[in-house]
């Protein structure tokens, strides 16, 4: 009797070592922050394609769309539009202009210096690892920070050339600037129809580029890096899954995608909260604080050059870092950052482009 006691409490005890060392063997294969860093140090990646959305662009000033509260869909009731997406809808504009001009003449007839996050991508092409990087942000920063057009896929759009939605002629960007900045509606003169920037609305397709260069993920990337995007735009955030399932996902955003909740790799290294933060210390532990501080000087030049403040929300940046390792608080809370964790987004993933019509 005791001996079949001892027998079952020795299967008990191996199949417990068994778990154990499961457990083990798969915290063993989680890449950490630290590895990828120095990874990053050591020059393990070169090939990396960074993926970006409105989160790097929230320190600049330009809300991102979909936060709750300060987000862009949140402040557009003003327009009283059907739905807050109509404003970037072809059918609604085509019929009611009036409220994307408004809104062009707050947010896009403007200039802002780009982020810290803006620079880091930057910096990555100078030092020759970055393949691509593919941009869901319309405000061009990705360039105007000096990331070399040719690396730069912008996949809904962009403001440097216009089309009349009617007859399709091409309109000049200059006029287009000025009725943004009037919240006038620029109309055809061919047609009488309404003209847009080249921004890609809901129900257009992606331009050419993207597709041309959507499979370099699969084919040549050893790093991936997600910045500020919460993928729930299609086909866009399919870009996030389709590389190899080996190679290491960085992701830099306030939150994890649902998306990458339910699709977890042991490659997945996650910095939550504000990008700029993520990427200071991001540079801090791989040792580039050098190259990066020449970054930010560049950066000072872009704001003297077009005579910009660097944004409010940099002073808490700025700060003087506590004891205690902490960032003091600024006097006021930052309006484009939420005191409150925002809540998960309620929109499912939106099509932008028509799949079918992808080549
Ligand atoms: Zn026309």
Redesign the pocket.
């Known amino acids: 009797m005791t001996k079949v006691i001892e027998a079952v409490a020795k299967l008990k005890l191996e199949g417990e070592k068994d778990e154990k060392d499961e457990k083990e063997e798969e915290a063993k294969k989680k890449l950490t922050l630290e590895e990828l860093a120095q990874n990053l140090s050591k020059g393990v990646y070169k090939k990396i394609v960074v993926l970006t959305g409105a989160g790097i662009s929230v320190n600049a000033g330009i809300p991102d769309f979909r936060t709750p509260g300060t987000g862009l869909y949140s402040q557009l009731e003003k327009y009283k539009l059907p739905f807050p997406e109509a404003v970037f809808t072809l059918d609604f504009f085509q019929d009611t202009p009036e409220p994307f001009f408004k809104l062009a003449s707050e947010m896009f007839a403007k200039k802002f210096v780009p982020t810290k996050s803006h620079y880091f991508i930057r910096m990555l092409a100078e030092k020759g690892l970055l393949v691509r990087n593919f941009t869901q942000n319309i405000d061009n920063l990705e360039a105007e920070s000096g990331v070399d057009p040719e690396k730069l896929i912008q996949a809904h759009g962009t403001f440097t050339t216009s089309h009349?939605?009617?007859?399709?002629?091409a309109?000049s960007p200059k006029e287009m600037m000025e009725c943004m900045q009037a919240a006038k509606p620029m109309?055809?003169?061919?047609?009488?129809?309404p003209?847009k920037p080249d921004i890609v609305f809901f129900g257009e397709n992606l331009p050419k580029r993207y597709f041309e260069h959507e499979n370099e993920l699969v084919d040549s990337c050893d790093l991936l890096v997600i910045m500020g995007s919460s993928l729930v735009v299609t086909p866009f955030c399919n870009l996030a899954v389709s590389i190899g399932k080996d190679v290491p996902r960085l992701i830099i955003n306030r939150e994890l995608p649902e998306m990458l909740e339910s699709h977890k790799r042991a490659g997945d290294v996650f910095m939550p909260g504000d990008c700029d933060e993520s990427v200071a210390k991001l540079v801090r532990l791989v040792g580039w604080e050098k190259e990066f501080a020449g970054m930010m000087e560049q950066r000072e030049k872009y704001a003297k050059k077009h005579k910009l403040a660097l944004p409010e929300v940099e002073s808490k940046l700025r700060a003087p870092v506590t004891k205690a390792g902490a960032v003091a608080k600024p006097k006021s809370a930052p309006k484009a950052v939420p005191a409150a964790a925002p809540k998960k987004p309620k929109s499912k993933a939106k099509s932008k482009p028509k799949a079918k019509d992808k080549k």
């Not at 009349?164 to 002629?169: A, D, F, L, R």
């Not at 109309?187 to 129809?193: E, F």
Request: glycine letters at 14%; charged letters at 20%; one cysteine or more.
């Open positions: 009349c939605t009617g007859c399709h002629e309109v109309m055809c003169p061919k047609c009488g129809k003209c």
